[in-house]
């Protein structure tokens, strides 16, 4: 079983950046695939990116293509998301999850979810 904490979520303006982070438990975090999912009020959840195991791949919504950055370092078991060019629009609750697949864009592939952290943009 796997255990996720989100954090570096905060209130930062638009055109500003965050850099999520998320911190795993267990010896086996390079076995899983890792993605950032986010819900704003109202809203369904959306998929927002996803990596492989080891990095090689990685997937991106349309909507924050050429803004947002995953990474993962599995010496730390830690897993981020560098948000620039922050918008309204982005702002959500942001959730990282594990998953035995590759990269999956689909939350159902997704067995393992952090508490999530909040992300507020302010025009």
């Known amino acids: 079983q796997v255990q996720l904490v989100e954090s570096g979520g905060g209130l930062v303006q638009a055109g500003g950046s965050l850099r999520l982070s998320c911190a795993a438990s267990g010896r086996t975090f390079s076995t899983y695939g890792m993605g950032w999912f986010r819900q704003a009020p109202g809203k369904e959840r959306e998929f927002v990116s996803a990596i492989s195991r080891y990095g090689r791949y990685t997937n991106y919504a349309d909507s924050v293509k050429g803004r947002f950055t995953i990474s993962r370092d599995n010496a730390k078991n830690t897993v981020y998301l560098q948000m620039n060019t922050l918008k309204p629009e982005d702002t959500a609750i942001y959730y990282c999850?594990?998953?035995?697949?590759?990269?999956?864009?689909?939350?159902?592939?997704?067995?393992?979810w952090g508490q999530g952290t909040q992300v507020t943009v302010s025009s």
């Open positions: 999850a594990a998953s035995s697949s590759v990269a999956p864009m689909s939350g159902y592939e997704y067995s393992y």
